[in-house]
């Protein structure tokens, strides 16, 4: 009786194990995946604490206003509810008057005097003066003594720059990098001309990316073709000059562009001994010597990623274009550049973000004209302490990288269908 | 036109005393000389580093020769680029491009030429539809099988009607059972269109069954060129009998000849006739060449004219027929291939057996081109 037995084999194997395949199959993977997850867990920890968390700490000092909510948190309650027409009410004063008290000749007070002075020159002398004035003599209510002290208590204008950063949070940083800034109606308005740099800073920041860019895809395609093309001997001793600079420092290369660059340089002395030019080109500190040097920088990052995926595309392709009648140079475009177009995006975009950020090169071999983004986040961080500016900067410099990123894979992703199905 | 016209005919690529090499010291292929006739299958065979390929690609246009000229027709094409040879051409690994559909494939030398919108569209069906692949053309190369896009490939030199088409081992990467239908496949494609094709490979089987004409190629020079049947049955020389089908080889020196036939002294002293194959003079050591299905066994045996003794050493059951090893005198094997039917249990391993070889299938040949 053997076909009974092998009938009711498999409902006693589901009576003894209640669990369903797929739970098991969780289980099984469960064991394994914690393995992998327990190997990567020192990078992430390290990931997670020096990068995403100053990254996401740096982003949130854009919009953070903490100093008048710190220094002046029961007034700033009050200053909310207060409809900002007329004097603020009896309360607001006494509240003030106490916070005052309470906190004068703190640093969080220093920091709240400071604050208002960004939002009006002259703020920090007025708080200065109305602290020394108080406490109120006694009799005297905190409004008549604030007013004493200095009759702009009395103006409206005035609590109107209280109650505006009685927020923790403001949007004032991330306007003034693209400058706007609030009027005394708290409306949107264009930033005055004097003020106004931000905007023209980001063009050129990116005017200059492009046309690094543009250098480095011109210098690197014809070299990455060459690579891709070459016997293995010939492409490796290529890619040993192509690698070479990167393992100097960056530094040590700007400084040696500057000896090469200046008019008593190499270059200069060389163009003049061959009778080309009669006097020195200003090559350096101006946008010629910035130009030169970061396409000389950059431009592994635009060869490599052509080089690898051009070595991927079999020379049979272009081949095949020109057996079937079409000349080897519209080959090339219709069939060779298409299939090297992951490559060209790759490169761009590495060399395009790199470039928003750079620093060293512009600050050392520029003129102020040429001035990116990433001085003024580093002027504001290292010379007038003002995080909040150099945080909001930053934000836009980001925004602009992740916006780039989405746009150049939404066309990629596209375009590498017929990859993915590979 | 009927056989003997196409022979009469001007040939359709006429290749003379072309030379190549690539370092200037070895000839890749040495002074050919080959006329190819329109509407013929020709299969360019030999192993791997022969010349074969690079005579495909010299025909193309993406080689140029060192030396010699190459005729489409009466024009001497030599300076002529690829692109405007008007010559289609089947890849290796098909060389379909991977960012256009398979029509846009198709449709590509067609737009080159600057065809009528509507033209290329019926072209483009028409080109599809010869491959079975109709249903196919929005797709893209990848989303294929191999043997589908064998046939795009093969679609897309045919579709703008190529003076010739070029095969460049173009079934290498097709497993064995699609290799085989597409061969056919392939064969009566070239049959219903009466269209020129050259294809090159390294596998002897492949040749046999598709083409019209087999040039084995050894070391740069054509050794033969011939029908399968002729190339098969009456090899030019010793390399082509030891590199088309299996072949037994008995080494002896030629005594003397008789007309067609010549008496050969085995190694181990027997004598034999034989045909004459390259070999002519008396004196001169000979290799004979003979199928392993054309040697008979023991009763079979009776009417040859050649009859030689052995033992059994090995005997291999492969359903049809068997595959019987036996030695003869002066440790000389032969491998026999004997129809099972015939010979089931009738001998055993170890066994004295009687083997015979008729002349007309017993081949002189000279041992000197070696395989």
Same mark, same amino acid.
């Given at each position: ?422 | ?42 299969? $360019? ?138 061969? $056919? ?187």
């Amino acid at each position: 009786m053997s076909t009974p037995s092998t009938l009711t084999m498999p409902e006693a194997i589901t009576a003894e194990t209640p669990m369903s395949l797929k739970e098991q199959l969780a289980r099984a993977e469960r064991l394994k995946k914690l393995k992998y997850g327990a190997l990567i867990l020192p990078l992430v920890l390290f990931l997670v604490l020096t990068f995403i968390w100053p990254i996401a700490a740096l982003l949130k000092r854009s919009i953070d206003n903490p100093e008048i909510v710190s220094a002046f948190p029961a007034t700033s309650e009050l200053l909310r509810q207060w409809d900002g027409k007329n004097a603020p009410p009896d309360a607001v004063f006494a509240a003030f008057a106490d916070e005052i008290v309470q906190h004068k000749g703190s640093p969080v007070f220093a920091a709240a005097a400071k604050r208002l002075n960004m939002e009006l020159p002259g703020f920090r002398s007025l708080m200065m003066k109305t602290a020394r004035a108080l406490p109120p003599t006694a009799g005297a209510s905190a409004r008549e003594a604030l007013v004493e002290a200095d009759p702009r208590w009395e103006e409206p204008a005035t609590w109107q720059y209280l109650a505006r950063n009685a927020s923790p949070y403001t949007a004032r940083y991330l306007l003034a990098s693209v400058d706007r800034k609030y009027d005394d109606a708290g409306n949107v308005v264009q930033a005055d001309a004097d003020e106004a740099i931000y905007v023209n800073v980001f063009a050129r920041t990116f005017g200059m990316s492009a046309i690094v860019t543009a250098f480095c895809l011109l210098l690197g395609f014809p070299l990455a073709y060459l690579m891709a093309t070459q016997p293995p001997r010939i492409a490796n001793v290529l890619m040993i000059f192509v690698v070479l600079p990167f393992w100097t420092s960056i530094l040590v290369r700007v400084a040696a562009w500057l000896v090469l660059l200046q008019s008593e340089g190499l270059v200069n002395k060389a163009l003049m001994l061959f009778g080309l030019i009669d006097q020195p080109l200003e090559l350096v500190f101006n946008s010629t010597g910035v130009y030169i040097a970061m396409v000389h920088i950059l431009l592994p990052f635009m060869i490599l990623p052509l080089y690898s995926v051009m070595k991927g595309i079999s020379p049979s392709y272009v081949r095949a274009a020109v057996s079937l009648g079409c000349p080897p140079i519209r080959s090339f475009w219709k069939v060779y550049f298409p299939l090297a177009l992951p490559g060209v995006g790759a490169g761009c975009l590495l060399v395009f973000i790199l470039c928003m950020g750079y620093y060293i090169t512009p600050a050392l071999l520029g003129s102020p004209k040429e001035q990116m983004a990433s001085y003024f986040v580093a002027f504001y961080t290292n010379q007038t302490i003002n995080w909040g500016m150099a945080a909001a900067l930053s934000a836009i410099l980001f925004a602009a990288t992740l916006v780039l990123y989405i746009v150049y894979t939404k066309l990629v992703g596209g375009q590498d269908m017929a990859a993915r199905a590979r | 036109m009927n056989k003997s016209d196409l022979k009469n005919a001007v040939p359709h690529v006429t290749f003379r005393k072309v030379q190549k090499t690539y370092d200037g010291e070895n000839l890749i292929v040495r002074d050919l000389n080959l006329d190819i006739r329109r509407g013929e299958f020709l299969t $360019l065979l030999g192993p791997s580093g022969s010349g074969k390929t690079t005579c495909l690609m010299m025909l193309a246009g993406f080689e140029t020769p060192t030396g010699g000229e190459i005729r489409l027709g009466d024009k001497v094409i030599n300076s002529v680029p690829p692109h405007k040879r008007n010559i289609g051409m089947v890849f290796q690994n098909y060389a379909l491009f991977p960012h256009m559909t398979v029509a846009e494939n198709l449709r590509f030398p067609l737009a080159i030429r600057k065809l009528k919108a509507s033209e290329i569209d019926a072209k483009v069906t028409r080109a599809l539809d010869v491959v079975q692949l109709g249903a196919y053309g929005d797709r893209y190369p990848q989303q294929l099988s191999g043997g589908q896009q064998q046939r795009i490939a093969l679609a897309r030199a045919l579709v703008f009607d190529p003076e010739l088409v070029l095969m460049d081992e173009p079934l290498g990467a097709l497993d064995k059972q699609l290799r085989e239908r597409m061969q $056919l496949e392939i064969k009566h494609i070239h049959e219903e269109l009466g269209i020129t094709v050259v294809f090159v490979t390294h596998d002897q089987s492949e040749a046999l069954t598709m083409s019209d004409r087999i040039a084995v190629f050894n070391h740069g020079v054509i050794q033969q060129i011939d029908s399968p049947t002729a190339l098969y049955e009456k090899p030019a020389n010793n390399f082509v009998a030891n590199f088309i089908g299996e072949n037994n080889a008995l080494d002896g020196t030629v005594e003397s000849l008789h007309g067609e036939t010549c008496q050969v002294r085995l190694d181990n002293g027997a004598r034999v006739q034989a045909s004459i194959g390259n070999v002519v003079k008396p004196g001169s050591r000979a290799v004979l060449s003979v199928r392993p299905e054309c040697v008979q066994l023991n009763a079979q045996s009776l009417g040859c004219a050649n009859r030689l003794g052995g033992y059994v050493k090995e005997i291999i059951y492969l359903g049809d027929h068997l595959r019987v090893r036996v030695e003869l005198a002066g440790r000389k094997e032969l491998v026999i291939k004997a129809p099972a039917a015939q010979h089931k249990h009738r001998f055993d391993m170890g066994d004295a057996i009687h083997v015979g070889i008729n002349p007309e299938q017993l081949l002189a040949l000279d041992p000197s081109v070696a395989a």
